[in-house]
């Protein structure tokens, strides 16, 4: 296949060729519409494949759903039907009763330790049973991450894309067939391939209905847009998609920047603030970095799942791969965005975390909203201002892990200066 095997910078190549020949002139029009109708077909490739593993995780539910329903260890009523039926039947003979009942109790805490049993008061079990998970499998796109689909749109602009290139982008994933809107999803990085291949030139997101720009207010490389909500999306959801550029002194280790309102856990977070210490890099005005002692303040909040229902170990896998796929009743919802629900990656404890300085103990206090922290004068500055920046954050990723995420404040510092 032409869109696999031929090379990136190719495109750009000939791309470059086409504008940069005179006014009314058709040289390369030929190449141009070849690489087209391929960047077209790897798009289709790329939304069948995820279709594809979509399709496998619906029929591996429906076989979850079946075997629960046929096996006496995951059913809940049978499972309660037989520990009744087994109370009830009569010992064998010459077996001490209380050394028998010792037998069971002992044998029912070690099921539940070991984590694959089932609850005896509530009637709600899991059995050990293996259940199918999914295997598909492909370099052209991974469950769980955004799908990086390619059009090839020559930009007599140059490299920043105007409104007209952008138009004429979303035109061209409409000729890719009919079918191709349909399986576009909010979230999904569209790659104008024709502009090269360097940071994040020519990429774009698709919101549902339209492609929006990157964000280069902290990044030179760019970064996801403040119209999107990053709780929607699994922390990791970007990565190596878009690409995150590195800064000495703000960003040395690469970290994406996300956007999340912590003011719903504003209590929380007051409870538990504290101010710490711990080792980090500095910045010198001569660019080095040397290891310091730092001050910071750090607190958590909690983000928990919904009640765990009857079908919960059915839909572990969609919860894995697929969230989008789980019932709206197992997901919880983004507080004060209706319609829209946290990833289950997002589950568990979030550590926040910002310098320890009375401008950044300030900046967090007003990301917590109002009426959390007692009033502070206004003459503190350096806190970023407005209901927009007070949702931006990094994700640390050397120190998070699943069921642990680590967000610091971005603080306005830290702007690009063009």
Not at 237 to 262: C, K, L, M, W
Not at 347 to 356: F, K, L, R
């Given at each position: 296949m032409r869109g696999i095997s031929m090379p990136t910078h190719d495109y750009a190549r000939f791309a470059h060729a086409y504008v940069s020949q005179p006014k009314g002139a058709s040289r390369g029009l030929g190449n141009v519409l070849s690489l087209a109708l391929t960047t077209r077909a790897y798009t289709k490739v790329v939304l069948r494949l995820r279709a594809q593993a979509e399709s496998e995780a619906k029929w591996i539910t429906r076989l979850r759903e079946e075997h629960v329903r046929t096996c006496s260890g995951c059913s809940p009523n049978q499972a309660t039907k037989a520990r009744d039926e087994k109370s009830q039947a009569p010992l064998p003979s010459g077996s001490p009763p209380h050394h028998d009942a010792s037998k069971a109790n002992g044998h029912a805490r070690q099921t539940s330790s070991s984590g694959g049993s089932m609850s005896s008061s509530s009637g709600t079990s899991s059995c050990a049973c293996p259940l199918?998970?999914?295997?598909?499998?492909?370099?052209?796109?991974?469950?769980?991450?955004?799908?990086?689909?390619?059009?090839?749109?020559?930009?007599?602009?140059?490299?920043?894309?105007?409104d007209v290139s952008v138009e004429e982008c979303e035109a061209e994933l409409r000729r890719s067939a009919t079918g191709v809107m349909k399986l576009?999803?909010?979230?999904?990085?569209?790659?104008?391939?024709?502009?090269?291949?360097?940071?994040?030139?020519?990429?774009?997101?698709?919101?549902?209905?339209?492609?929006?720009?990157?964000?280069?207010?902290?990044?030179?490389?760019?970064?996801?847009?403040?119209?999107?909500?990053?709780?929607?999306?699994?922390?990791?959801?970007?990565?190596?998609?878009?690409?995150?550029?590195?800064?000495?002194?703000?960003?040395?280790?690469e970290n994406p920047i996300?956007?999340?309102?912590?003011?719903?856990?504003?209590?929380?977070?007051?409870?538990?603030?504290?101010?710490?210490?711990?080792?980090?890099?500095?910045?010198?005005?001569?660019?080095?970095?040397?290891?310091?002692?730092?001050?910071?303040?750090?607190?958590?909040?909690?983000?928990?799942?919904?009640?765990?229902?009857?079908?919960?170990?059915?839909?572990?896998?969609?919860?894995?791969?697929?969230?989008?796929?789980?019932?709206?009743?197992?997901?919880?919802?983004?507080?004060?965005?209706?319609?829209?629900?946290?990833?289950?990656?997002?589950?568990?404890?979030?550590?926040?975390?910002?310098?320890?300085?009375?401008?950044?103990?300030?900046?967090?206090?007003?990301?917590?909203?109002?009426?959390?922290?007692?009033?502070?004068?206004?003459?503190?500055?350096?806190?970023?201002?407005?209901?927009?920046?007070?949702?931006?954050?990094?994700?640390i990723r050397e120190k998070s892990r699943p069921g642990e995420i680590w967000l610091r404040v971005v603080r306005e510092k830290e702007r690009v200066t063009w």
């Amino acid at each position: 296949m032409r869109g696999i095997s031929m090379p990136t910078h190719d495109y750009a190549r000939f791309a470059h060729a086409y504008v940069s020949q005179p006014k009314g002139a058709s040289r390369g029009l030929g190449n141009v519409l070849s690489l087209a109708l391929t960047t077209r077909a790897y798009t289709k490739v790329v939304l069948r494949l995820r279709a594809q593993a979509e399709s496998e995780a619906k029929w591996i539910t429906r076989l979850r759903e079946e075997h629960v329903r046929t096996c006496s260890g995951c059913s809940p009523n049978q499972a309660t039907k037989a520990r009744d039926e087994k109370s009830q039947a009569p010992l064998p003979s010459g077996s001490p009763p209380h050394h028998d009942a010792s037998k069971a109790n002992g044998h029912a805490r070690q099921t539940s330790s070991s984590g694959g049993s089932m609850s005896s008061s509530s009637g709600t079990s899991s059995c050990a049973c293996p259940l199918p998970r999914p295997s598909f499998h492909s370099p052209l796109f991974r469950p769980n991450r955004a799908a990086l689909l390619r059009v090839f749109v020559p930009s007599p602009d140059g490299t920043w894309l105007s409104d007209v290139s952008v138009e004429e982008c979303e035109a061209e994933l409409r000729r890719s067939a009919t079918g191709v809107m349909k399986l576009l999803r909010a979230g999904d990085v569209v790659w104008d391939i024709a502009l090269g291949d360097e940071g994040n030139i020519g990429r774009m997101v698709w919101d549902g209905g339209y492609l929006v720009d990157l964000d280069y207010r902290y990044s030179r490389l760019g970064e996801l847009s403040p119209y999107f909500h990053s709780l929607a999306f699994p922390p990791s959801y970007f990565h190596r998609v878009i690409r995150i550029g590195a800064s000495a002194g703000h960003n040395p280790q690469e970290n994406p920047i996300v956007y999340v309102d912590v003011s719903p856990w504003g209590q929380e977070i007051a409870r538990n603030l504290q101010l710490l210490q711990e080792r980090g890099k500095a910045e010198t005005p001569h660019g080095a970095l040397h290891d310091v002692v730092l001050w910071v303040h750090r607190s958590s909040f909690k983000i928990h799942p919904p009640a765990t229902t009857d079908h919960a170990r059915v839909h572990s896998h969609l919860r894995e791969y697929f969230p989008h796929l789980v019932p709206s009743s197992e997901r919880r919802a983004i507080p004060n965005v209706p319609g829209s629900f946290i990833d289950p990656n997002w589950y568990g404890t979030v550590v926040v975390e910002v310098e320890g300085t009375q401008e950044g103990l300030a900046d967090l206090q007003d990301r917590c909203g109002p009426g959390v922290f007692p009033p502070r004068p206004e003459a503190i500055t350096g806190i970023v201002k407005g209901v927009e920046r007070r949702r931006i954050w990094r994700v640390i990723r050397e120190k998070s892990r699943p069921g642990e995420i680590w967000l610091r404040v971005v603080r306005e510092k830290e702007r690009v200066t063009w």
